[in-house]
């Protein structure tokens, strides 16, 4: 009787060799992956590192911030992070050290005050990301990298060209012990907006009153912008603001502030924190901290801001927005 040989005769001999080559070049590569990552063990970790995000045990609305910006640093990392919540038990510098150690953790993410605090001896031989924390260049510890909450003035510049485009000049009263390094850095923010900055630096909220009297003789129409920085100190909220806010008002200048209450209050608009989009920022610092080592290490300004503008003090300088433009808009006041 003849053979017959099929299809199925020749091929079922071919695939099991592909299966056998195949099964082979995966031991190979997986051996290969091993011995890598006992010889260069940042290499394994370098693909999906493990995080840890630090933060105080606080009540709600502050919780909810602080769990945002989680969101926000496990959307930027593509991945869950470890949770290491202050509650006054096992916070110790040498606890954390050793849970960090047992946990096999490859960075830590700090936020608040209280996470800055826990973390500032751990920085000095850990990579140590900080956030949600009001801190200037000068004060972050050696090898530190982080986010202030200090809004970023070249924002803060291109929000105002954008919402007043006929602003020439920006006047702000500082404290340098506090403002120095942000005020250097709005020189630059407003050459490049082609604006001209007037800082007057006081250390004394006596001074501060009367260059602000100075100030506010000097202005004669709405080209002029007053800037207020973030919690400075320069700026009694009690006595001086009313009056800064009203001469605004009688002669149709803009104030613009750091702080969203100030918006509340009658100044034109003001910068706030995009929870979210810090903890992706603090996620891209991270995975940069964690490539580059000690070199990536730098205090950046706040860049995820939210835009809040008070409609009422806008029409009352003549500034009318398109339905379109309000979209733009993450709030506004007076409040619906």
Do not use: C
């Amino acid at each position: 009787m003849n053979n017959i040989i099929t299809k199925r005769d020749v091929a079922g001999p071919f695939v099991n060799y592909r299966i056998t080559v195949t099964m082979s070049l995966l031991r190979t590569l997986t051996h290969f992956l091993f011995v890598l990552s006992v010889v260069y063990p940042a290499f394994a970790s370098a693909a999906t590192p493990s995080v840890a995000v630090i933060y105080p045990d606080v009540r709600e609305p502050y919780r909810e911030v602080f769990m945002e910006i989680i969101r926000g640093i496990e959307t930027g990392l593509g991945q869950s992070v470890k949770h290491y919540v202050l509650d006054g038990d096992d916070d110790t510098p040498a606890a954390l050290s050793e849970r960090v150690h047992d946990d096999r953790v490859d960075l830590v993410i700090s936020l608040g005050r209280a996470g800055l605090s826990a973390t500032k001896q751990l920085a000095e031989v850990f990579p140590v990301v900080i956030g949600a924390v009001l801190i200037s260049p000068g004060q972050a510890a050696k090898g530190q990298a982080g986010i202030t909450l200090t809004p970023d003035p070249e924002v803060f510049f291109e929000r105002l060209k954008g919402i007043v485009p006929n602003a020439k000049e920006v006047t702000v009263i500082f404290d340098p012990r506090q403002k120095a390094w942000e005020i250097e850095r709005a020189r630059t923010a407003a050459k490049t907006q082609g604006l001209t900055l007037n800082a007057f630096p006081t250390e004394d909220l006596r001074l501060s009153a009367e260059l602000y009297r100075k100030v506010l003789a000097q202005i004669k129409d709405g080209s002029i912008a007053i800037w207020l920085p973030q919690d400075n100190a320069a700026m009694d909220e009690q006595a001086l603001l009313p009056v800064v806010l009203q001469e605004a008002w009688e002669k149709n200048f803009i104030v613009f502030s750091g702080n969203l209450d100030h918006v509340r209050k009658g100044a034109l608009f003001s910068l706030y924190p995009d929870n979210f989009g810090m903890g992706r920022s603090l996620a891209a610092l991270a995975l940069d901290r964690l490539k580059n080592g000690a070199n990536a290490a730098a205090i950046n300004p706040l860049r995820d801001l939210l835009l809040a503008v008070n409609l009422r003090t806008a029409e009352h300088l003549g500034l009318h927005f398109p339905s379109q433009e309000r979209e733009r808009f993450d709030l506004v006041f007076p409040t619906p």
